[in-house]
């Protein structure tokens, strides 16, 4: 099944990588001559079926599965894309240097306006919306059989919705149109998350939008498959708070619990079968807090999902990995903090397998990169504004209550879950959402000060700390 499913969810598309007519031939011509009996000599037609070459080099028909470096970080966050050639780099060249776990993120679903879906827009992904040929929003509201829609939400995920998360006919749909496609749920303000109908005939209306008619989800399961690796798939996630950065509002927690009910009944019917699929990343991030209360939706928001990851997923895929942030600075949280904050959210598991995997901190420079010998060292020059102290007298004990060895020996102790790192392969300041590209040695030194504590090293993020900064290449060189 492993190999051969795979195969299938390729099969479609690889025409579409097929290689290019050289420079200055005519679209559909031959650069070469074809042989003849007159001519055995000459190159053979062109097949009707190209090989499927992409741009790098790389035949989609042969995954290379050669291992150039077995590096101690075995997993990597990466972007989902629709193009089967993208895909395969990135899959191919985490393979090579030792990965067998790949994580993606979720988008968020954002509140909107009946404004937002209809021509002259802002975000034009979703200007132009419609339901039957007319406006969606009136279609929608149409659609409720004389009830009305409260609130409006947009999701912006590169996903290509299967018939299994429509659940509702006539509630539900798709409309495709010259630009991709929109599909659309009206949701129950109250009841069940698969309920169809409302008590109260009130409903929010979600439209996701998606350009490509690829799904990317799809294409990444599949080669991931190939190399006999496994996939996280990022869950769906709230706005945060207008009032409180970092938090989520949860004010509507019944319509992301709805929404998310039909998110994972399209992974279940697209990968339930598949070995690749290992189970759901928790997109909404948290801190390792002090203050439980302010933070307390954002637990809420994870005991939801995860109960949807309990009844919709089977039983080998019901596992979610959740990665806060620490930050270990002197006046930030304290030491003591880390285990109780740690263990509350390991308990929003709900029967899940629950993998914490916090956030190392050593490239924001919120928890310092340090061993027991090193405390009385300056930190490095480019921590000095992080800690408050562009002097750089500052040594690392002085401006940290913890390292990352502090922080994953108090993650070790969490009951209930099993411990993994996520380390930063950046570090500030840089141009890459405001970070740059870490360098070798400085990964090295977080790997090592997390590896006695955890049962596994991922890193952020593949695409661009990993990939383009060279990073991966220099560990592939050191073999």
Not at 365 to 377: M, S
Not at 450 to 466: F, G, T
Request: glycine share 10%; aromatic share 8%; hydrophobic share 40%.
């Amino acid at each position: 099944m492993l190999t051969v499913l795979a195969l299938v969810l390729l099969g479609s598309v690889l025409a579409a990588c097929g290689p290019a007519a050289g420079p200055g031939a005519a679209a559909g011509a031959s650069s070469h001559p074809t042989a003849t009996a007159e001519d055995p000599t000459a190159a053979p037609a062109p097949s009707a079926h190209p090989v499927p070459t992409c741009p790098w080099g790389g035949r989609l028909d042969r995954p290379d599965p050669t291992v150039r470096a077995a590096y101690a970080v075995t997993g990597y966050f990466v972007l989902t894309d629709p193009d089967r050639c993208a895909t395969r780099a990135k899959v191919q060249g985490a393979h090579a240097i030792g990965a067998d776990t790949l994580v993606t993120f979720g988008a968020e679903l954002t509140p909107a306006t009946p404004a937002d879906l209809r021509p002259g827009a802002d975000d034009e992904r979703f200007a132009g919306f419609t339901v039957d040929g007319a406006d969606g929003y009136d279609g929608a509201v149409a659609r409720t059989g004389g009830g009305s829609v409260r609130h409006v939400y947009t999701y912006a995920n590169k996903t290509a919705f299967s018939d299994a998360a429509l659940f509702c006919p006539g509630r539900d749909g798709r409309t495709a149109t010259p630009r991709g496609t929109f599909t659309w749920w009206l949701l129950p303000v109250e009841g069940g998350y698969s309920d169809c109908d409302s008590p109260s005939r009130t409903y929010d209306l979600v439209v996701a939008f998606h350009a490509s008619a690829k799904d990317a989800d799809t294409v990444l399961v599949a080669d991931a498959e190939l190399f006999g690796m496994s996939v996280y798939l990022g869950l769906p996630k709230p706005a945060p708070d207008p009032e409180v950065p970092y938090v989520a509002d949860d004010s509507y927690t019944q319509t992301l619990g709805g929404f998310t009910s039909r998110v994972l009944a399209d992974w279940e019917a697209k990968f339930g079968r598949s070995d690749a699929f290992a189970g759901a990343y928790q997109s909404l991030e948290t801190a390792v807090f002090t203050d439980a209360g302010t933070w307390a939706p954002n637990l809420r928001v994870y005991e939801l999902q995860h109960r949807i990851v309990g009844f919709r997923l089977p039983r080998d895929k019901q596992r979610v990995v959740v990665s806060p942030y620490a930050d270990l600075r002197r006046g930030e949280a304290p030491v003591s903090a880390v285990r109780p904050a740690l263990q509350r959210i390991a308990d929003t598991a709900g029967g899940v397998t629950l993998i914490l995997a916090p956030q190392d901190g050593g490239g924001t420079g919120r928890v310092g990169v340090f061993g027991p010998a090193e405390g009385d060292r300056p930190v490095r020059a480019d921590l000095r504004d992080v800690v408050g102290d562009p002097t750089g007298a500052t040594t690392y004990a002085e401006a940290y209550a913890g390292s990352t060895a502090t922080l994953y020996a108090e993650a070790a102790r969490v009951r209930g879950a099993t411990v993994w790192a996520n380390v930063e392969a950046f570090r500030p300041p840089g141009t890459v959402g405001h970070r740059a590209p870490g360098d070798l040695a400085t990964l090295d030194r977080q790997v090592a000060l997390a590896r006695p504590h955890v049962a596994k090293v991922i890193a952020y993020r593949w695409d661009d700390y990993l990939d383009a900064s060279g990073l991966a290449e220099q560990i592939a060189a050191r073999g």
